[in-house]
């Protein structure tokens, strides 16, 4: 079983609406979780940071944590099609380094105008 | 300022033969990291430096070697390439301190597409 897992899409939406991206995780030492957006033929980017469990809220998204559940989603509200990406979640047990961060395989979204 | 950039973006191999990814960041950062990505598996992380003259190995470092004789600079070494070492490779870098996510932003290249026949 691997740490991080997610469905790999392809997501299709049409523009405008609420998308929910999800991961699971097995390793129940994970407390810092990440969301990273990639566009196509780019290197990630950092989108949404958060610590343990709860909301988080920056714009049109809005990342959860669900310790209990070892469940963490993504949601992006009013879609637009340059969300159009693939979208990767990241989590670590330590916040020292990134050499510890585990990364899950990506979702990925398509927004259609 | 360009941030990080990774040459070459695209190189086709045969199986035995050798090769170095170059990345360079111009942000003056201490940590550099080097990954590979592929369908399913996310991003994996290869090796990183925690500063110049400094290397670690990271999640799946074997058939690959690194060097960070410059701070700007952090080569990513293959010596015989193998089929399985078809991937995207992404360079990336951050401040140091040791800090994670929390406080401490890591950018990313824009990868090198290898393929190894």
């Known amino acids: 079983q691997k740490e991080v897992e997610q469905d790999p899409g392809p997501l299709s939406v049409p523009e405008g609406a609420i998308v929910s991206l999800n991961c699971t995780y097995s390793?129940?030492?994970?407390?810092?979780f990440m969301w990273y957006r990639q566009y196509s033929r780019k290197g990630p980017e950092l989108l949404m940071y958060t610590y343990s469990s709860g909301n988080k809220e920056d714009g049109r998204f809005t990342a959860q944590v669900d310790k209990s559940s070892k469940y963490i989603s993504l949601f992006i509200r009013d879609s637009q099609p340059s969300d159009s990406a693939t979208y990767l979640c990241a989590m670590s047990a330590i916040e020292t380094s990134y050499d510890k961060v585990i990364f899950g395989p990506g979702t990925s979204l398509s927004v259609i105008p | 300022n360009a941030g990080v950039t990774q040459t070459p973006k695209f190189r086709v191999l045969k199986t035995g033969q050798s090769m170095t990814l170059l990345c360079a960041q111009d942000?003056?950062?201490?940590?550099m990291y080097w990954y590979r990505q592929d369908p399913g598996m996310g991003l994996r992380l290869i090796h990183y430096?925690?500063?110049?003259?400094?290397?670690a190995k990271g999640e799946v470092p074997d058939g690959y070697n690194v060097s960070r004789l410059k701070k700007q600079n952090f080569l990513l070494g293959l010596e015989s390439a193998a089929p399985s070492q078809t991937s995207v490779y992404f360079c990336a870098s951050s401040y140091s301190t040791g800090r994670g996510p929390a406080t401490v932003t890591q950018y990313f290249g824009p990868g090198t597409r290898l393929t190894v026949l």
């Open positions: 942000m003056n950062h201490e940590y």
């Open positions: 430096s925690v500063g110049e003259g400094t290397t």
């Open positions: 390793n129940s030492a994970f407390q810092y």
